[in-house]
């Protein structure tokens, strides 16, 4: 077995057909495709988190989040060599993207999807592929992250139970902040929760940062005007930054 061969380099080495002739094409469609690649990862290690969290092996858990923040952290890294990028070079290949748009990334949704942000109107871009909208519904079907958190949390009888219809949008819950609040106040005694917490907190944290970056570079090489994919553009992404993932694990920070 060669390292070419094990890598299937000969594929992923073929898998680029820019649509134009423009010089910075080749730039755009490798920095999506290696950001599709880092999120196929991040996907299997929040999948395996969450049913480690779910199992009650914590450890393994941790260790499976904290790698997801550094692959946010790679994916952080793109945005600046796609900056490199002025308005005037995307322009020479924008009208070759068609309709293809960010937006539709199945896996960025996957992401959300298992981090706890279930809004449904964002299955509307993946219907048209049946294999794609299955495993979208498969996630919804099941805890995110923070719902198997919270189950970890009425199991050490720190919070009523909080089994629900798993695809619906939860609500934040003042009874969540005080089970954090007490595990917050002292460390020592939650030492396993508390560190799942931080955790939670650093996932969220790198995530914040690649959605700002996403808008930073979205407004530097198009300004405002709309996404490709018919979406609104930076309007869009400005609004995604006010969502938040474990809202609850936030808003305890006001209550130490």
């Excluded at 798993?166 to 020592?188: C, G, K, L, M, N």
């Amino acid at each position: 077995m060669a390292y070419a061969d094990y890598l299937a380099l000969d594929r992923v080495l073929d898998a680029q057909h820019p649509r134009s002739t423009a010089h910075d094409e080749l730039l755009f469609i490798i920095q999506h495709q290696t950001s599709e690649l880092w999120m196929k990862l991040a996907v299997h290690e929040l999948t395996s988190a969450r049913d480690a969290i779910l199992s009650q092996q914590l450890p393994h858990a941790i260790k499976m989040l904290a790698r997801v923040s550094r692959i946010l952290e790679q994916l952080n890294g793109a945005w600046d060599v796609l900056r490199t990028m002025t308005p005037s070079e995307y322009t020479t290949f924008r009208d070759a993207l068609g309709q293809s748009s960010g937006f539709q990334s199945w896996q960025y949704r996957a992401i959300e999807f298992l981090c706890g942000n279930r809004h449904h109107a964002m299955l509307g871009p993946h219907r048209h592929r049946a294999d794609t909208l299955a495993a979208l519904e498969n996630i919804l079907a099941a805890p995110s992250i923070y719902d198997a958190a919270l189950l970890l949390l009425h199991r050490h009888d720190l919070l009523a139970d909080p089994t629900r219809d798993w695809r619906a949008e939860r609500a934040t819950d003042p009874a969540v902040t005080q089970a954090w609040a007490t595990i917050y106040r002292d460390p020592a005694a939650h030492w396993p929760l508390y560190e799942l917490a931080e955790k939670l907190v650093d996932l969220e944290d790198y995530f914040r940062r690649w959605r700002f970056n996403h808008v930073t570079t979205v407004e530097r090489v198009i300004g405002l005007k709309r996404g490709t994919g018919g979406t609104a553009g930076v309007g869009y992404l400005r609004r995604m930054l006010e969502v938040e993932l474990f809202p609850e694990l936030w808003q305890v920070r006001t209550q130490l």
